[in-house]
């Protein structure tokens, strides 16, 4: 799938310019939606500080197993190895936020 992505990024500037696009928005929405959940959590204290906890160790272990899917599935010869690297990074962001979503609604609803 990485190869076919790669390929299809090379094909066109346009089209390595719409996987940039919707990395960045989905970088940006995703850490738009952590701040935001994070400001409705109130003042840091025990209780929040708790549930901080809670989303940054989801996040890391899903770093983690974006790094062994990075390392494992692109090669040395892909062109573009950034925008994937970043992409991955995209989505640990976005599952922390919806993650912190989870645990907002959990909480405080």
Do not use: H
């Amino acid at each position: 799938m990485i190869d076919v992505l790669n390929n299809w990024m090379l094909e066109s500037s346009y089209n390595f310019n719409v996987i940039v696009g919707l990395t960045m928005v989905l970088y940006a929405g995703s850490l738009f939606m952590l701040f935001y959940i994070g400001n409705k959590f109130g003042r840091p204290d025990e209780r929040t500080n708790a549930i901080y906890l809670k989303i940054v160790s989801c996040m890391f272990t899903t770093q983690i197993i974006m790094n062994g899917i990075f390392i494992t599935l692109v090669d040395s010869d892909i062109e573009y190895f950034r925008q994937f690297l970043i992409l991955f990074q995209a989505i640990v962001f976005l599952v922390g936020a919806i993650y912190a979503f989870s645990l907002y609604r959990k909480d405080f609803k």
